[in-house]
């Protein structure tokens, strides 16, 4: 089945760029920005596998504030990142204010070593950066055939329940657990209603939200995308008020900060930065892998998983839908489709790629028609 | 200031009753019924607790469920606790188709112990029954000034998004975490919009419920709350579709299926079994304790709690909101009133409780003014 899980595009607005090219591409700018090797193609390969899995705001688009925080001091190139604290089953991690996929590599790293010795890894993180999609973390646990489990928080863009403005991020929950018939069960959510990346390409394409995702300053609820993005805020998983359970949205955001932050010491709520400076972000992470060998046989575990996720797909259609999803089933369909037809990127980000490629001093490998 | 979580409530419809009284009564018709004192103690504390704190469609309302499984045969008063797999940081457990409570409670000592050994304790759990609310295992772990981690998963109730009819449970999620200044934090919600005691309590009063908590056979939205028991189903957290986010609180409630039944060899989904039988129920719970003294002083951990709630508490008031509310600071407010004024008993439930009490023999402490 071919399938992009994003709306069809205007050809004439996108570019489209083959996976290798891509991650070239991608790479060679960290390289050259004094990223080691290794880093830089984790960097990369976090950026684009959020284009190929079709979260577009957690891709590519964000190369500029990755290179600027390198460029602006912000983020380390080198950093030294040191195991703070650690037992056999869990770690401290402080990341030196590393990139946050090269930090995030390294906590994951040891959550799975642990997880293979002693059936359970457990990593906190503190002074790292905007790590990209959580989902990433979570789907590298699982190439261990391990349950990996990922939380970040962030700068804030969520107005908590009873609260005007931003004060919580849309601290993100990624579950990945392997099953026998692929693809694998990801869920990868934002504990918004949805991620700021949407009121962007809301307002890009000059359209108005949904009412109930976000608020203006007087906390109203808005249809203006960048009401919402500016001067107002996103409103958590549930909506506005507790009628529809806006206080458990908020409680799983502040779940995510508890664990990421206040357990390792990193930034809570206002206090973590930017990616691009100044001063250090100090972002928090979570992972943790879930040896399932360690509870019952790999095999037994994916076949009740493969049960579990047939069952739900066995309920009888809901008039409004075509299909029941599982949950990482779009992005995977996503995934397929753009390996072999590659991977759109807008053409406003395609500019700033190439702008990026002049600063920093590498080719840019593309035409534009623009 | 004094607080009581529930809406106010007809002083006629109502039993008032002490703490002390409801905890003997209830652990009187469990030891009656052959279970172990200290065993009946914590059930009867399970479920009392829930009615301090305000939940009473987990407290009490739920005795006869449990009685009857006793009577049926489909629980047992003395079950074979097995530890089935065992790490230095997690285990396995065969509950043996105990009290969901008794079950929980064992599993969680072994969560506590091995946090304390090692820093983290993972318990997944098998083969148990309903175990009242999510959050009191949370509160226990709690009470050793650790971060506490509770899941069940449920008899179906909720439609997940794109399917008809009652396919996984409420699910719940439960994270209790140490503050310096009370309450502490403690989340503990349904991964549906509301649970489904808020339908009887609704269809009790005559109410109608809000459109968009559920849906009918035919997958529409209904305000009839018994529709929505009966024929039709909860919506998860986000609501029906994905343009809110339903398909969050779909995925929310399949990581709680996976880690509490796909991992532990429960029942999954709609092979969960009912807790009076026939038959054993195999629910299956997932615990874990972080001991925070692993990762930082405990104190400094308290204080950065301290820290995170005050920052929440001062944002700007939304127009439509009184106060600005921390998850757990109701139900300790409710809990503190409760234990002052006593506990509000439903009539019917009162009723409920006299004939267990004819029925098991033993004495029913109180006058009944109907």
Known sequence: MEFDKSEPVPPEDYLIVKYDDLMNFVKSVFIKLGVPDQDAFYVAENLVTADLRGIESHGVARLKRYTDGIINGAVKINPNIKVVKEGPSYALIDGDSGLGQVVGIRAVDIAVKKAKETGIGV?????????????YYALKILEHDMIGFSLTNARPLVAHTGALGKWIGTNPISLAAPTKTPPPFVLDMATSIVPIGKMEVYSRKGKKAPLGWGIDKEGKLTDDPMVIRKEGALLPLGGLGELFGGHKGYGLAVMVEILTAALSGAAMLRDVGQTQ?????????????INVEAFMPLEEFKERMDYMIKTLKSAPLHPDFKRIWIHGEKSWLTTQHRMKHGIPIYKKTAQMMKEVAEQVGVEFPWELPW
């Open 277 to 289: 400076g100044p001063g250090p972000s100090n972002v928090g992470h979570f992972f943790m892998a």
């Open 123 to 135: 990593v906190t993180v503190r002074m790292s950066n905007h790590y990209g999609i959580a989902g």
